[in-house]
């Protein structure tokens, strides 16, 4: 071989390295940038999760607002068209998304839990619920045994234990719910059947949510003007409230579902957050207007 083709192929071999090496350092920028860009957008989605769940506390902190300063103004009766009630929205914008807030008035269902202690009245009450959706009278009994000797329930599904089946749990749920010891259902957020039900007469029922469709609540006057009897476990104002926040912010999303329990303390309102779940749920029903 001559020197100059020796020459030639040693320059063959130093390209083919150097070419080699430009490839292996663009692989690694190629990765590294990858990397990089991948560590951004991990850390945009957990900015934008971030800030979904501090929106989702905003909101239940909105609501907390708003029925607390109801307790001071309007202590006598709680309904749909009051200034807590009107902060619901859906899909509205805020930066980077939008969020959907459902609230629910919890005593508008017969609570489960009031069987406990609430005497005949209340499981005569529970009977004809079940009768009126063609289930078992004699469930009623169960229900109670099970509350009375193992403590209350936290959710009406837990009333499989007493032998009621899951179906028949479905069904229920439009009307009964599982609230900390005893409430009344409120006579301005409960549905027609369920009033239907407790006051034992369907005609009245009809007759009070025309009225309250109407003037946007009732009062006792109403009841006592059309020689209504308050029926035992019904009232007019309520203690515990449902808010489902849902906000989207990027490609995060959050939902917040929260019982809030508003009461008095030292003589001043207070309102408390007394569970909260996080994750996909189903949105909380409208009160009724």
Known sequence: MTVRGSRDAEGGVVLINVLAIVAIASAVAVTMLTLSQAAIERS?????????????????????IALRRDLEEAPDVDHGREAWAMLAETAAPIAGGTFDLAIADAQSRFNVNGLRDGGSAALENFRSILV????????????????????????IGELQRAGIDAAAIARLSDLVTALPGRTEVNLNTASQNLLAVLLKNPVAAAF???????????????????????APGVGFTSRYFEVAVDVRVGEAEQTLTSLLYRGERDGRPQVVALSRK?????????PPS
């Open 44 to 64: 945009q989605r957990f900015n934008d999760a971030a800030q979904a769940l501090a929106t989702c506390l905003g909101a239940e902190t909105s609501v907390i």
């Open 132 to 155: 009126s959706l063609e289930l078992p009278g004699e469930w009623a009994e169960r229900a109670f045994a099970l509350i009375r000797f193992t403590g209350p329930v936290s959710d």
């Open 208 to 230: 009070l949510v025309s009225r309250r469709d109407r003037l946007g609540y009732l009062t006792k006057d109403d009841l006592d003007a059309a020689d209504i009897l308050l």
């Open 278 to 286: 996080r994750g996909r749920a189903a949105p909380s029903p409208e």
